[in-house]
């Protein structure tokens, strides 16, 4: 098992939001190193033009701060998007948020920081956590 722990987007967004409570705690799990996947570089940037309108130089210079910060991205792969289906069929979880927790099974974390699911909820020997309620 990874001791470092696999972040979701909502983590990573709060890290770069202005006037949001979450963002202290958010910026000190990113410090703290942790794997991403290639998915949530994707949602990270779609929020941050899409629903936040911020200009491009600003989102490039947030993702060279994660890739400083942060593993290399976890790729999706067909093996990847298999395991995803399995987990949302067995957990009735959405495939976005399967996506994720497979990502996290797969590169061996132990933790998975998350504010879409269930706090402490295990998934064999993955632990989500919402670290905003902790």
């Known amino acids: 098992m990874s001791a470092k722990p696999f972040l979701d987007t909502n983590i990573?967004?709060?890290?770069?939001?202005?006037?949001?409570?979450?963002?202290?705690?958010?910026?000190a799990l990113i410090e703290g190193g942790g794997v991403i996947s290639v998915q949530v570089l994707n949602e990270f940037v779609?929020?941050?033009?899409?629903?936040?309108?911020?200009?491009?130089?600003?989102?490039?210079e947030a993702l060279d701060v994660l890739r400083i910060l942060l593993d290399a991205p976890t790729p999706l792969t067909d093996e990847l998007h298999a395991g995803a289906v399995n987990i949302a069929r067995r957990h009735n979880f959405s495939i976005y948020d399967s996506l994720i927790v497979a990502a996290a099974q797969h590169t061996g974390c132990a933790v998975l920081y998350s504010e879409d699911l269930q706090?402490?909820?295990?998934?064999?020997?993955?632990?989500?956590?919402n670290p905003f309620v902790e």
């Open 119 to 129: 706090h402490n909820q295990r998934l064999d020997q993955l632990t989500i956590r």
């Open 46 to 60: 779609h929020v941050l033009r899409s629903k936040q309108g911020r200009d491009w130089p600003e989102i490039i």
């Open 12 to 27: 990573i967004v709060y890290a770069f939001s202005t006037n949001d409570p979450r963002s202290r705690k958010a910026v």
